[in-house]
DNA sequence: CAAAGTACTGTGTGATACAAAGTAGTTAGT
DNA sequence: ACTAACTACTTTGTATCACACAGTACTTTG
């Protein structure tokens, strides 16, 4: 069993994986890097500069919004939450992945079918 | 029915994708673009570009060779073939994938557990 | 009071897929 | 004979994305 997943693999990957865990409820960079963590059963420790930059693209896109919290001494923390247009980036990712899941299985497991 | 897998995702499997098909048998350039098409059923077509640039990587990296084929007058063809090397890295690539389909599985798809 | 943990940000780098363009030979249609 | 489509390989430049590294700043614990 590999103990963490490549660079290469998870590439393309991350904003879904963030707007997968901003459907399920509002969180901060932090915290949704444990998820990450926890989710994957410690096979992804995404590095925090990636998982900021998801942030800024996804907000940029309008898939998500953020806030500043309300702790009122120190420790501020951002807010992120999913868009009603993020909702849907997120299905359309899902099912987009459940297609590349058996295309890539047939092409780096398929045998080539000798007549065309 | 998608017609085509995005960039983002094919990234990073092009490698193992050329290996497969060269561990079935020698091939050159243009058929082995031919067949990426046909075993993803139309669903990726490699640039050849980038196709050409997975053959120096790879024999760069001794997982593959090279010879010109023996067409004598025109078509010049250039034939690559997997090397033993290139065998334990396809079936280590292979075991990769198996694994990291699992671990999206979960992260893009998975609940939050309430209980850490 | 120092160390570890929490929390956000910016800059620069490396890997990779591709678009675009070029070179060159072959085959099929009119 | 000519042109278009197809076969076949190569080079150059570009875009995206994940991350290493570095920095800022507050909190908790020994």
Redesign the pocket.
């Given at each position: 069993m590999q103990p963490e997943i490549s660079?290469?693999t998870?590439?393309?990957?991350?904003?879904t994986i963030v707007l997968n865990i901003l459907n399920q409820g509002d969180s901060?960079?932090?915290?949704i890097a444990k998820t990450i963590k926890q989710l994957s059963h410690a096979a992804y420790d995404?590095?925090?500069?990636?998982l900021?930059?998801?942030?800024r693209?996804l907000e940029k896109n309008g898939d998500i919004a953020s806030y500043w919290g309300s702790e009122t001494?120190?420790?501020?923390?951002?807010y992120y939450q999913i868009t009603p247009q993020g909702q849907a980036t997120l299905d359309h990712n899902i099912q987009e992945w459940n297609f590349a899941k058996h295309v890539i299985d047939d092409l780096i497991l398929g045998r080539i079918d000798a007549d065309v």
């Open positions: 660079k290469e998870i590439r393309g990957h991350t904003t901060y960079g932090y915290a995404i590095n925090e500069a990636t900021y930059t998801v942030f693209r001494q120190g420790g501020r923390r951002k």
